[in-house]
């Protein structure tokens, strides 16, 4: 029988996720359907509910209905927990929801796998203290940087979320006047959503320099703005591509227990955006 999964978001046309799942699902002989799914805000739990009353496998979810998927999932993995979000979800037997966060896992993946890029006593600049950035710490502390600089337009929510890290690891927040007089950064990451909204990031020239690199969470047929100013600056860049697909790769073992390949799929989006 044909398994049917689906991503849920708002917006959600952008959403790459079809093309990665089939082509996972080609690759090792299985038969699914996987459609992208526009749910309004106000519906988002009713709307799962039906997905899965009516006989779906599992589900994406992605912005902005990570916290709310969080919210209704019956059990988390640790993962989910630490993030406070979840972007895939799976029904159990009896009914109950599980929610997992793969997001963090594909970070690591792509910078570690696909882009060979160490972050071992590296300085980090960690740019936004959301969902997304909350999802990927955990991640990229276990990697081993000498410290993580976070930085947010709301200087409070850096602060708080570097004090719910702390004790992982060498991380704190920082304010404008603080990146001001520091020296540059070896990663920078954005974890905001400025690049969806296809906006910059005002950031001093001195966080900044040609040995720096720079990763952006968020993917685009073209360069994002972030990654426009990195480049410009002399900076190696990448985007969140590998990290969509890396996650995915997670989430479809989590639904079907098999782990498919993910360089070929990167390569192939590469080449069609």
């Known amino acids: ?42 519906s988002f739990a009713s709307s799962v509910k039906s997905f899965f009353d ?4 599992g589900l994406n979810v992605t912005v902005p209905f990570k916290v709310q998927a969080f919210q209704i999932s019956n059990h988390l993995s640790e993962r989910a927990k630490v993030a406070g979000s979840v972007n895939t979800l799976k029904q159990h037997s009896d009914g109950s929801l599980f929610g997992d966060n793969t997001d963090g896992l594909g970070f690591e ?9 160490s972050i071992d006593r590296k300085n980090v600049l960690l740019i936004g203290a959301g969902g997304a950035a909350r999802g990927i710490l955990m991640n990229l502390l276990s990697l081993n940087p000498n410290k993580i600089h976070i930085f947010n337009r709301t200087p409070e929510r850096a602060e708080f979320l570097a004090s719910e890290f702390t004790e992982h690891g060498n991380i704190k927040s920082c304010l404008i006047q603080d990146l ?18 296809n906006t ?11 040995t720096s690199w720079c990763y952006d969470l968020a993917y685009a047929s073209s360069v994002t703005p972030f990654l426009a100013w990195a480049s410009a600056r002399g900076a190696s860049i990448c985007d969140g591509l590998g990290m969509l697909v890396e996650q995915a790769a997670e989430s479809f ?5 098999e782990r498919p390949e993910t360089e ?8 069609i955006n």
Request: proline share 3%; net charge negative.
């Open 1 to 42: 029988m044909l398994k049917n999964f689906a991503v849920f978001g708002n917006p959600i046309k952008h959403s790459l996720s079809p093309i990665i799942h089939s082509m996972f699902a080609e690759q090792l002989g299985i038969e699914l359907n996987y459609e992208k799914c526009f749910v309004e805000v106000d």
């Open 54 to 57: 009516e006989g779906g496998q």
């Open 109 to 117: 993946l792509d910078l570690v796998k696909n882009l060979k890029w």
């Open 180 to 197: 001001e007089e520091k020296n540059d950064f070896d990663f920078i990451i954005n974890a905001t959503s400025a690049s969806l909204q």
């Open 200 to 210: 910059e990031i005002a950031l001093p020239a001195s966080v900044i320099s040609e």
């Open 253 to 257: 073992f989590i639904w079907l227990g």
């Open 264 to 271: 070929y799929v990167i390569d192939h989006l590469r080449n």
